[in-house]
Each structure stands twice: as C-alpha cells, then as structure tokens.
C-alpha cells in the first residue's frame, strides 16, 4: 500500500507543470452518532500542492492522532493524494485518496465528486 502511494505521488510530482508548497495542515474529525461522541482524529500533515489552472494535484502526510471516546489516545500514520480538473469555466471534478495505519490493517478511504458554479 505504501510503495502504491509513494509511486503514485512521484509520478504526480514529476508530471506537474507548477509546485507550490510546502504547506501544513492541522485537521480535526469527529464523530457522532445519535448525539453521543464516539471520538475523533486529528492529523498534523506537511503537504504539497500544484497545478496548472486546469489540472490541481495535492499530496499530504504525517502523524494522525486517533483518541477514541472512554480509551487512550494513540499516534498512526496518515496521508492524503488528492486531485481535480477545472473541465469549463463552471463544471469541475475532483477526487482523493487517503489513508491511516490502524492495528495490522491500513484503512483507505476514497472522495470522488462534481462541483457546478452558477
């Protein structure tokens, strides 16, 4: 999984016509389910990002700190790939994908959507 990534964000890196970055990011999620909190996440993550204009890519990792309700707190391993192209001048689509050590099994997560500006 991690040589997948690495792969995929050099050749993201290489194929790009502008880098811009470093940038951090700091992200909190929490979760809730009927008004109980169940816990949260936070990930402290160095990116980069860069595009084009038409084309945006970014790449982001590092310690994620997962803090589950009523239980110590515990340091893994986070990252997002993510990307979008601006198809008109109104219509866009975008995608990511994202990761997190957990236990003996990463967890992957993926994003996919449109946006339309009026």
Do not use: C, R, W
Not at 41 to 69: C, K, L, N, R, W
């Amino acid at each position: 999984m991690i040589k997948a990534l690495a792969v995929a964000v050099s050749g993201v890196l290489g194929g790009s016509a502008a880098l811009a970055g470093p940038y951090v990011n700091v992200e909190n999620n929490a979760g809730y389910s009927g008004g109980d909190y169940l816990g949260a996440t936070t990930d402290f993550h160095i990116g980069f990002e860069g595009g084009d204009g038409v084309y945006g890519y970014y790449v982001q990792g590092g310690p994620a700190y997962v803090s589950p309700q009523n239980e110590d707190g515990e340091f893994e391993l986070s990252g997002k790939l993510g990307g979008s192209v601006q198809a008109t001048e109104q219509f866009g689509v975008y995608g990511e994908l994202s990761f997190i050590t957990a236990d003996e099994d990463p967890s992957v997560g993926s994003k996919v959507g449109v946006k339309y500006s009026f």
